[in-house]
């Protein structure tokens, strides 16, 4: 595995750790501040650090759960880098049968001053 998908796969797995957990401030950690989330299906982008915590907050209180991140590709050209992959989620219905959902992801990087990737723009169906 190259760095940079070790480096991803760290970072899916604290993005699917907060949010399994409930936490929608360590999520917002993990993007970069003008960062874009373009959720689908053809949902308004959120922009920014405080609208991707509120917007992450409201699919966790709306009863999203067992979020699941999987790496199919990363590649890194100086301070950008992309991933493509797949996302899984689950809720938990009225009558309380388990529901699953999932499709593709893909999300671009940008290396920071202190060397760590943080999300510039997180898109997926």
Do not use: C
Request: overall charge negative; glycine content about 8%.
């Amino acid at each position: 595995m190259s760095t940079i998908q070790t480096e991803i796969t760290a970072i899916n797995a604290k993005f699917d750790q907060a949010f399994n957990a409930k936490n929608a401030a360590d999520i917002a950690q993990l993007y970069d501040t003008n960062a874009a989330v373009m959720p689908a299906p053809a949902g308004a982008p959120v922009i920014g650090v405080q609208a991707i915590q509120a917007f992450f907050a409201g699919l966790i209180e709306a009863g999203v759960i067992d979020h699941k991140l999987t790496l199919s590709e990363a590649v890194e050209d100086g301070n950008l880098a992309y991933q493509r992959g797949n996302w899984a989620g689950a809720m938990i219905d009225s009558e309380g049968v388990r529901q699953t959902f999932g499709g593709n992801v893909h999300i671009v990087y940008r290396k920071q001053t202190d060397g760590a990737w943080k999300a510039v723009t997180h898109i997926w169906n």
